[in-house]
């Protein structure tokens, strides 16, 4: 058996990363509420966003937002991050992360697009949707998505208000071209979240 921890770490590249889990199962994790039921669910190779490290350590990290873009008390989760493989195109010699030896750069590519196999990453106002492109490269065919809910409160406190909720029907439409754009390209990818509001399909969480 591959050890994937062991073979990503020889891999510092955007492009060393494609298909190297072809044909796999990924579950990508938001910070909404619903997170907490990826603990319900059984083992399984993960991609999470910002501070979701208080919740799980996750396989790989996307980390598109500077630390002005965090509050206080949730900075020092992204800040001392363990995980092997953070995804960002943040400039690295400017990121005050602590394992800075594990950043591996990304280029954006075009806002709200859905290209999915090149070696940009086509991106939106949150991070999980380009979580979910990423884990496409990766070479993903079975995609399940938590913690992107829009409801009030993270997993991790009553933060209130989704701070994006001004822009959730943009949002929405993006979610629903994508998940269409990865099924027509032969990729699965559900909404495991019983309380998102997203519009794309759902799929019960424990039988993913």
């Not at 937002?65 to 400017?94: E, H, M, Y």
């Not at 001004?166 to 979610?175: A, L, P």
């Not at 990865?182 to 519009?199: A, E, Q, R, Y």
């Amino acid at each position: 058996m591959v050890n994937r921890k062991k073979e990503s770490l020889m891999r510092r590249s955007y492009k060393d990363f494609k298909n190297i889990h072809k044909g796999e199962k990924v579950i990508v994790l938001g910070c909404g509420k619903s997170a907490s039921l990826v603990k319900e669910m059984e083992p399984c190779l993960t991609i999470g966003v910002n501070d979701i490290s208080r919740l799980v350590e996750t396989d790989y990290l996307v980390v598109v937002n500077g630390r002005r873009d965090f509050t206080a008390s949730r900075w020092p989760f992204v800040q001392n991050s363990v995980c092997k493989t953070i995804f960002s195109q943040l400039n690295i010699k400017k990121i005050p992360i602590r394992n800075r030896q594990n950043l591996v750069p990304i280029k954006l590519g075009k806002k709200s697009g859905t290209s999915l196999f090149t070696d940009s990453v086509d991106f939106s106002t949150t991070s999980p949707y380009m979580a979910v492109i990423i884990a496409a490269y990766l070479g993903f065919t079975e995609i399940g998505m938590l913690g992107v809910d829009f409801t009030n409160d993270h997993f991790f406190s009553k933060t209130g208000k989704h701070t994006l909720m001004k822009r959730f029907n943009d949002i929405d439409q993006e979610f629903t071209a994508l998940h269409l754009a990865l099924v027509k390209n032969g990729v699965d990818f559900f909404n495991l979240s019983p309380t998102s509001i997203l519009s794309m399909p759902k799929k019960d969480h424990l039988l993913f």
